[in-house]
C-alpha cells in the first residue's frame, strides 16, 4: 500500500524545484531557512543543487552548499551536479562546486569522464589542482 502524497505538499516542492532552476537564490533560501531540507530531492533524485548547477546558477549553489547541501549528491541515473555543470559549460557553477568540496571523481559518468568525453582539458587541468 503506497501513501498518496499531499497535493499540497507536491504544489510546494515543485515551487521550490523551480526557484532552484530559475536561480531565484533568495526565495530558495527562504524556505532552507525556514526547514525545506537543503538535499531535498524530486522524484528523479535531483537536488536542489543539481537543479541549480545544471541551469548556470553559481549563486543558488553557492547559497545552498553555505546551508549544508552535498555538492556531490548522485541523482539516480549516478549523476553528480558537478558533471552536469560540466555538460552544460557553467564555469562559474564548477568553480563553485570544487571550492564547496564536489569531486570531479564522483558520479557516472564523473566530471573528468565528462571533460574528457568534450576536450575541456582546461577543465582536467582544474580539477589535477583539487
Same mark, same amino acid.
Given at each position: 500500500?503506497?501513501?498518496?502524497? $499531499?497535493?499540497? &505538499?507536491?504544489?510546494? @516542492?515543485?515551487?521550490? =524545484?523551480?526557484?532552484?532552476?530559475?536561480?531565484?537564490?533568495?526565495?530558495? &533560501? %527562504? +524556505?532552507?531557512?525556514?526547514?525545506?531540507?537543503?538535499?531535498?530531492?524530486?522524484?528523479?533524485?535531483?537536488?536542489?543543487?543539481? /537543479?541549480?548547477? +545544471?541551469?548556470?546558477?553559481?549563486?543558488?549553489?553557492? @547559497?545552498?552548499? $553555505?546551508?549544508?547541501?552535498?555538492?556531490?549528491?548522485?541523482? $539516480?541515473?549516478?549523476?553528480?551536479?558537478?558533471?552536469?555543470? &560540466? =555538460?552544460?559549460?557553467?564555469?562559474?557553477?564548477?568553480? &563553485?562546486?570544487?571550492?564547496?568540496? %564536489? $569531486?570531479?571523481?564522483?558520479?557516472?559518468?564523473?566530471?573528468?569522464?565528462?571533460?574528457?568525453? =568534450?576536450?575541456?582539458?582546461? /577543465?582536467?587541468?582544474? =580539477?589535477?589542482?583539487?
Amino acid at each position: 500500500m503506497t501513501e498518496v502524497p $499531499d497535493p499540497e &505538499v507536491v504544489e510546494l @516542492a515543485t515551487k521550490i =524545484f523551480d526557484l532552484a532552476r530559475r536561480g531565484q537564490t533568495e526565495a530558495l &533560501v %527562504a +524556505y532552507v531557512d525556514a526547514g525545506v531540507p537543503a538535499n531535498l530531492t524530486n522524484d528523479r533524485g535531483d537536488s536542489l543543487v543539481m /537543479l541549480a548547477a +545544471y541551469h548556470g546558477h553559481s549563486e543558488a549553489v553557492r @547559497a545552498l552548499l $553555505d546551508r549544508g547541501a552535498e555538492a556531490d549528491r548522485v541523482n $539516480d541515473r549516478g549523476q553528480t551536479p558537478l558533471a552536469g555543470a &560540466v =555538460f552544460k559549460g557553467e564555469a562559474d557553477v564548477i568553480k &563553485v562546486l570544487l571550492e564547496g568540496g %564536489a $569531486d570531479p571523481s564522483a558520479g557516472t559518468p564523473s566530471a573528468v569522464d565528462t571533460a574528457r568525453m =568534450f576536450g575541456r582539458t582546461e /577543465l582536467l587541468e582544474l =580539477f589535477g589542482e583539487h
